[in-house]
């Protein structure tokens, strides 16, 4: 079946200027995570779904990077005024939520690079 | 700011020869769970271990988990050109949600045939 999905794949934006980052996750999938990786590095952990339960939001690195989630399914993460130091690739899992408190399915994740 | 700490950060082998990796981590955790990249792919995830296991096996992986040291290990045997990627570990705090993985900067392991 289809995995993860993210849009878009790459984005080159300018500094200052607002991004929408999505996330399509495997149908059912009731968890839906976003994770950052600098180059280079691990994953930083951002923020994670959990049905109708209110977000863990802990690891935005600012409020200038909020995440959203419409109907349970589909995700977008949107970073205000962006800064050099946002540059990253932003990736996304999802996963079953009983039985299965990990994100197994990540998306390709999208490049943003910002100038 | 990272939980686990992989070593080596990069790791060169033959084909046929056992890679080893090594993640050290820094709090108390739920479990341990390694996951591979290749090179401008997503993330796939490979095993995971609890708390309270000690080493677990699938197929060509073998993974140790030691909670009194904070390490565990990865083992892959017999390894191949296609084994070439990083290699994250990943863990979850007792005191953290369950959906909030702490990972490590990897190793990079290279096979080579």
């Known amino acids: 079946g289809a995995g993860v999905s993210q849009s878009p794949s790459n984005k080159v934006t300018e500094k200052g200027k607002d991004v929408e980052l999505r996330c399509d996750p495997i149908s059912g999938h009731t968890a839906l995570y976003w994770y950052r990786q600098s180059l280079g590095q691990g994953l930083e952990f951002l923020i994670y779904?959990?049905?109708?339960?209110?977000?863990?939001k802990s690891g935005l690195p600012s409020d200038r990077f909020s995440a959203e989630r419409t109907g349970g399914s589909v995700s977008t993460l949107t970073i205000q005024r962006t800064q050099q130091e946002d540059s990253a690739v932003y990736l996304c899992?999802?996963?079953?939520?009983?039985?299965?408190?990990?994100?197994?399915?990540f998306g390709p994740g999208t490049r943003l690079l910002v100038l | 700011s990272q939980q686990g700490e992989e070593d080596p950060q990069a790791l060169s082998i033959q084909e046929g020869e056992n890679a080893t990796m090594n993640c050290s981590y820094k709090t108390s955790i739920n479990n341990l769970q390694w996951y591979r990249q290749n090179s401008g792919r997503g993330l796939v995830h490979l095993i995971l271990?609890?708390?309270?296991?000690r080493e677990k096996h699938s197929g060509r992986l073998r993974v140790t988990l030691d909670t009194s040291k904070k390490s565990s290990s990865l083992l892959i045997t017999a390894s191949r050109a296609a084994d070439t990627a990083s290699y994250f570990c990943?863990?979850?705090?007792?005191?953290?949600?369950?959906?909030?993985?702490?990972f490590g900067a990897g190793t990079q392991v290279v096979v080579t045939p």
């Open positions: 271990i609890r708390s309270n296991e």
């Open positions: 990943a863990t979850v705090s007792q005191t953290d949600s369950w959906g909030k993985l702490q």
């Open positions: 899992a999802s996963s079953l939520a009983l039985g299965q408190g990990y994100p197994n399915d």
């Open positions: 779904f959990q049905g109708n339960s209110a977000p863990d």
